[in-house]
């Protein structure tokens, strides 16, 4: 009877710790690892330009919209500047492609594209492509040196597609850069005129963009 007893307590013993071990080894197996953040694909929001103003190096009329930062005029890495038409008697203004700044030095070439002259906010954050007459983008898609211009308020909330040429064409981005700009308001404050916008971006050379 005692060898009985000390076999079954044993026995006890022995399937309490494999069903402990089992029990504990499902767990870990289990454990689910989050998706890595997909970092190809990017959305911008509440991006504040200002006009140039003299000195020109000094004013935060660059963007480099592969970051989605405003930066100064004379930084090299802009993509594009806010410039006006003042110099032909006009107050309006207008995105232009970066490397056609010759004060104080030019930044990289972005190609841009009219999608709508007429959009809204809640037309942007649900765009998940720029239409095109397939699904893919080339460089011929975008036939802009410049956006249209636009003044303070902004008569149309438009809505433009642009591809980063220059950075690609350098090795700055490994893929090509495509992305959507949205206007969402123009304004003057006491250091002059101020436009703030959007962007989506999608740093892989496709067509497909984030939602909000």
Same mark, same amino acid.
């Not at 203004?93 to 841009?112: E, H, K, T």
């Given at each position: 009877?005692? *060898? #009985? ?8 013993? +022995?399937?309490?710790? @494999? ?5 504990? &080894? ?16 990017? /959305?911008?929001?509440? #991006? ?7 000195? +020109? ?14 930066? @100064? ?6 993509? *594009? ?6 110099? #032909?008697?006009?107050? &309006? +203004?207008?995105?232009? &492609? ?5 004060? $104080?030095?030019?930044?990289?070439? *972005? ?13 942007? !954050?649900?765009?998940?492509? /720029? $239409? ?12 802009? !040196? =410049? ?5 303070? $308020? ?9 591809? #980063?040429?220059?950075?690609?064409? =350098? ?8 992305? /959507?700009?949205?206007?969402?308001? *123009? ?26």
């Amino acid at each position: 009877m005692k *060898a #009985l007893d000390i076999f079954k307590r044993t026995l006890y013993i +022995f399937l309490t710790v @494999l069903i402990a071990m089992t029990y504990y &080894s499902c767990g870990e197996d289990e454990t689910v690892t989050p998706p890595p953040n997909d970092t190809t694909v990017a /959305i911008f929001n509440d #991006l504040v330009i200002s006009e140039r103003t003299i000195p +020109f190096d000094s004013a935060l009329s660059g963007v480099d919209l592969n970051r989605g930062r405003i930066v @100064l005029d004379g930084d090299f890495i802009k993509d *594009a500047n806010l410039v006006d038409s003042i110099s #032909l008697g006009d107050s &309006s +203004f207008y995105f232009r &492609s970066g490397d056609l700044s010759d004060i $104080p030095v030019p930044g990289y070439q *972005a190609r841009f594209s009219l999608i709508s002259l007429i959009s809204s906010q809640s037309i942007f !954050d649900t765009m998940k492509v /720029i $239409p095109d007459s397939d699904t893919t983008l080339s460089e011929n898609d975008f036939t802009m !040196d =410049n956006t249209l211009s636009f003044r303070a $308020p902004l008569v149309f909330t438009s809505t433009y597609g642009f591809y #980063l040429k220059g950075k690609f064409d =350098n090795n700055v981005t490994p893929y090509r850069v495509f992305g /959507i700009i949205y206007l969402d308001s *123009a304004y003057y404050d006491a250091t002059g005129f101020k436009l703030k916008f959007d962007v989506k971006i999608n740093k892989s050379g496709v067509n497909s963009f984030k939602s909000q």
